[in-house]
C-alpha cells in the first residue's frame, strides 16, 4: 500500500504532463473518425422489378424487367445492400383496368437504416391491365 502512495505522483504527473498535446491528438483523432464514418457514397444497381397483381388480372403489354437506382448512404450499409437480393415492388392491385401510368418512388424499395433513395431508372411505368379471359 505504501509503494502506491509514492508512485502515485509519479503516475499523475505522468498522465497530466503534455495535457495540450493531448486535447490537440483527441480533437484531431475525433476530427477524422467523424469524417470517415460520416461519409456518404453513391451507388447504383440494377434491380428486378417484381409486378403485384391481382390473380385475375395481368398485363397485356410488354414492360420493364429491370429499373436501375441510384442510393447514397455509408459505404457500410450500401455493401450490405448491394450484396442482398433486392427487388423493385410495384403495387398494381388497386389499379383500373387499362392503361395506367405509373411513378416510381422509393416506396418500392426495402432500404436500410442511414441509406437514401435519390432515383430511378425508368421513373415512370405505362401498364395495360387486363382482365384474365375466363375469370368471373
Known sequence: MDRVRREFPVIRKKIM??????????????????????????????????????????IANSVATQVRVKIEGPRISLTRYSQKESVFKIDLVNKELGWNRIQLTADGLDLPVGVRFVSVTPNVIRANIQDIQGSQ
Open 17 to 58: 504532463s503534455n495535457g495540450t498535446y493531448k486535447v490537440i491528438a483527441t480533437v484531431v483523432t475525433v476530427v477524422l473518425w467523424v469524417s470517415f464514418v460520416g461519409r456518404r457514397e453513391t451507388l447504383s444497381r440494377d434491380i428486378d422489378i417484381q409486378y403485384l397483381i391481382s390473380p385475375k388480372q395481368m
